[in-house]
């Protein structure tokens, strides 16, 4: 038996038409069409986890009632009131150093003790490893290493120079001093340039003979007469050490002459009422009686040396 076969692939093809026509309902839209479309809803999830419910707010009178609630804490130290309910809480605490009544309340407190005053000295004794910087920094001294020149000029007449100094040397420190005296070191300290050991710098020199004259500037005759009693007595004991230096000094025609002589050209400027000069005159010989004493000690035990 022959079946005629176009019919049945006439069938198949429309089927196919209609199921590729139905295939096609979730294709992507046209712009147009994506414009126009609407999101669907997604279908509710199922779960079995347990309902959250919410806490029951709490009542307005919650705080009167309990105010040392860890809720009714919070923030509170910017509150009106919490620090005059809690005057001692950490969040009042801070910062009180700042205000008035807190050293009055606490006075025995850490911020409120000031650091106990270090006593000063009126010698010091060099140490190994000293030097005029460290001990003028020390606060027992002077409390800033910049006023070592001060230690310098007091103690000229043992120490030859600023940059060399021994143990055991006793450093004598000069205390009721004028500001514009510390002013003039300190400029000196920060100005002075290098340090050379075993020579006395110019500039050191040079900040010596500014300090003389302007301690000699505002002399009285006061000072003046006890400059030179003091020169007198440094005279005498050079004198009995066998140490008298010779001085160039422009009051005596520039020419070296023995410290007893220029000593008593300053007792001729004081009795002629000229102080400042006096007392110039007169540190200078007090200054080089002193090293010539210090220098006859050195050379007392030299032996002879041989080439």
């Known amino acids: 038996m022959t079946i005629n076969a176009t019919p049945i692939r006439t069938l198949l093809a429309l ?3 209609t ?7 979730t294709a992507k ?3 147009t069409e994506a414009g126009t479309a609407t999101v669907a809803t997604p279908a509710p999830a ?3 986890a347990t309902a959250i419910v919410s806490a029951p707010a709490k009542p307005d009178d919650w705080c009167d009632r309990y105010p040392d609630s860890f809720v009714c804490q919070e923030d509170k130290a910017d509150s009106g009131d919490w620090c005059t309910r809690h005057p001692e809480s950490f969040v009042c605490q801070e910062d009180k150093a700042d205000s008035g009544d807190w ?9 409120c003790q000031p650091a106990a005053p270090v006593p000063s000295i009126s010698a010091y004794v060099v140490q190994g490893g000293d030097h005029l910087w460290g001990i003028s920094s020390q606060p027992k001294v002077y409390g800033d290493p910049y006023q070592w020149p001060l230690l310098f000029k007091r103690n000229r007449a043992d120490i030859r120079d600023a940059d060399l100094i021994y143990p055991g040397q006793l450093i004598q420190i000069e205390r009721d001093l004028t500001d514009f005296q510390i002013q003039e070191a300190i400029d000196h300290a920060r100005t002075r340039g290098a340090w050379s050991l075993g020579v006395t710098e110019a500039t ?3 900040y010596l003979e500014a300090t003389q004259a302007s301690e000699a500037s505002t002399a009285t005759a006061d000072d003046a007469a006890q400059m030179i009693a003091q020169a007198s007595a440094d005279v005498d004991a050079a004198k009995g050490a066998g140490g008298v230096w010779r001085l160039i000094d422009s009051a005596t025609g520039g020419k070296a002459v023995s410290i007893s002589k220029l000593l008593k050209t300053a007792k001729a400027k004081l009795e ?3 102080a400042s000069e006096a007392y110039r005159m007169a540190k200078r010989v007090s200054e080089a009686a002193q090293m010539g004493i210090a220098q006859a000690a050195e050379q007392a ?3 002879p040396v041989y080439n």
């Open 15 to 17: 089927l196919a038409v």
């Open 19 to 25: 199921v590729v026509a139905t295939g096609c309902v």
């Open 29 to 31: 839209p046209t712009e």
């Open 46 to 48: 199922t779960s079995t």
């Open 103 to 111: 050293c009055t309340r606490h006075p025995d407190s850490f911020v």
């Open 204 to 206: 050191d020199l040079k």
């Open 272 to 274: 002629a009422g000229d």
């Open 301 to 303: 035990d030299a032996g």
